[in-house]
């Protein structure tokens, strides 16, 4: 059975750092490629990030490019998302995807996800 499980979340200041981490079981972690999907209250999920199952190939979307880092220790079965420079436009609930790109906004690949709340 595949399991995605997202600690990490939080509430942060704005301008500030968090680090969410994805831990895999159930699936060939380190032949798949991953994503991170948000949903912000009231708005549909948006594509956040994906990492292909090497580590390479990271890609992000508009709004978090520049301020946002995706990467992946095989070995653990964990992908991190580190952001920086938080906004309070980043506050949703954040999931980890068993997908890559092009089906990451399908619910049934995603972890439970876990809430980031930035707000002073």
């Known amino acids: 059975e595949v399991h995605l499980v997202e600690p990490g979340g939080g509430l942060v200041q704005p301008g500030g750092s968090l680090r969410l981490s994805c831990a895999g079981s159930?699936?060939?972690?380190?032949?798949?490629?991953l994503s991170w999907v948000r949903q912000a209250p009231g708005k549909g999920p948006e594509w956040v990030a994906s990492i292909g199952s090497g580590g390479v190939g990271a890609a992000y979307g508009d709004s978090v490019s520049g301020r946002f880092t995706v990467f992946r220790d095989n070995a653990k079965r964990i992908m991190y998302l580190q952001m920086n420079n938080l906004k309070s436009e980043d506050t949703a609930v954040y999931y980890c995807?068993?997908?890559?790109?092009?089906?990451?906004?399908?619910?049934?690949?995603w972890g439970q996800g876990t809430q980031v709340t930035v707000s002073s």
């Open positions: 995807a068993k997908a890559s790109r092009g089906l990451a906004l399908m619910r049934d690949y």
């Open positions: 159930g699936f060939m972690f380190s032949l798949t490629d």
